[in-house]
């Protein structure tokens, strides 16, 4: 017959509990560890980045931007529509050379050439009503002639009578003759004086007319090349509208966009280099605009070297101002991300070049390649410039 035990159940219960507590903490000994285990360092293969050596000494401060060639304002030449026409002809296509008379396109206006015709016939007209107060003004010198001729007895005076009643009437018609003649001579001068006015202006009307006919005729006016010529044969165009665009083309300057956050030191008179991509041209800064236009400044450049072959208007380059020179500060190459005067963080790498830690650095003022340090490098140290952020939650890097 079985004895019961039951001390030996409660030895069995006991040691199932203490064997469970042990796997307990084991467990829980086990995830605290692995908790506080780091993440495995990531590497990154030396190839991929780009790193720049800490240097001390001058720094040039530069900006840079694209641009275009263009022509000087004194340069270019808009000829404009001097009356209502139509284009019936044109001779030249835009990037021809051309010299000042070579004439560009014909244009016809019915309406001028009769203008033209009314202004030659009202310009006859007034010249023979000049003539015949020429002829008046005439008739009353020549009878101011007698009157001195018979004052002096050359006419009548040799059958002049000697007596007194004679001598009377004739001192009276002298009188009269006299008060006639004065007024005769102001009359006669006031109408020459109007008809030489209207005259005048007739010429004056006629000039216009000729000159606006001439000009139907459009010439390039200076020596250069024809850019713009933005009308068809047959089509209508109103006075003012321009007809074409000649430029000088050996008188080119820069015309660069300049982003508005790099604009705020640049000043007139600064040198500059503008890139044609067939040379390297020295400059200096001779405007900048007040306004800004998508982000973007436009600063002009006067060009003081000879342009290379085949610079031509609209020709694109790339441009880089001087701002100044600081002699002696820290600086290392300009990093892909971050801007001047605030903190950045790099990756330093170690002497041995195996790995890199995430470093704090204060920056400063900034080049087009460069970028002043003021706080967290020394001359000497590597950093990587390169776009980081991908491991911006790692404070270290394995460099492969």
């Known amino acids: 017959m079985d004895i019961s035990r039951p001390d030996l ?32 360092v990531p590497s990154v293969e030396r190839s991929s980045i780009w790193t720049d050596v800490v240097k001390r000494g001058p720094l040039v401060r530069q900006v840079r ?32 050379k051309v010299t000042a008379d070579t004439v560009l396109m014909d244009l016809v206006d019915p309406e001028l050439t009769q203008q033209l015709l009314d202004a030659q016939l009202q310009l006859t ?20 002639t007698d009157k001195s001729l018979y004052d002096l007895g050359v006419i009548s005076g040799l059958t002049y009578s000697a007596s007194k009643g004679k001598s009377d009437e004739l001192k009276q018609r002298d009188d009269l003759e006299k008060q006639r003649l004065t007024l005769n001579q102001a009359t ?18 006629l000039s216009l007319k000729q000159k606006q006919l001439d000009a139907l005729s459009v010439k390039a006016g200076i020596d250069g090349v024809l850019v713009d010529l933005p009308h068809q044969v047959g089509e209508h165009v109103a006075p003012g509208i321009t007809l074409a665009k000649v430029v000088q083309p050996d008188q080119l300057k820069a015309s660069l966009k300049i982003a508005e956050t790099q604009a705020r030191d640049i000043q007139i008179g600064q040198p500059a280099e503008i890139d044609t991509h067939n040379g390297v041209i020295p400059g200096r800064v001779t405007r900048i605009d007040p306004a800004v236009q998508n982000g973007t400044v436009t600063v002009d450049v006067e060009l003081a070297g000879a342009l290379p072959q085949g610079a031509r208007p609209d020709l694109s380059v790339d441009g880089t101002i001087d701002l100044d020179r600081m002699a002696d500060v820290v600086f290392v190459g300009r990093p892909a991300l971050g801007n001047e005067n605030s903190t950045i963080s790099l990756f330093r790498l170690s002497p041995d070049g ?17 970028i002043q340090v003021l706080e967290g490098l020394q001359p000497g140290d590597t950093v990587v410039l390169s776009d980081m952020s991908r491991w911006d939650s790692n404070d270290r890097l394995r460099i492969e």
């Open 65 to 96: 931007g694209p641009g275009s060639l263009v022509p000087r304002e004194d340069k270019i030449r808009l000829i404009p529509a001097e009356t209502e026409a139509t284009v019936v002809r044109i001779r030249v296509l835009p990037g021809a």
């Open 125 to 144: 007209q007034k010249a023979g009503a000049a003539t015949v107060g020429a002829d008046q003004q005439q008739a009353a010198l020549q009878a101011q």
């Open 354 to 370: 195996t790995t890199a830690v995430k470093v704090p650095v204060k920056v400063g003022r900034a080049s087009v390649n460069s």
């Open 9 to 40: 159940k409660v030895r069995k219960q006991r040691r199932s509990w203490t064997i469970a507590a042990v796997v307990l903490v084991a467990v829980a000994a086990v995830s605290f560890f692995v908790i506080r285990l780091k993440p495995a």
């Open 188 to 205: 006669i001068s006031t109408q020459l004086a109007v008809s030489e006015t209207k005259v005048e202006q007739a010429k004056a009307i």
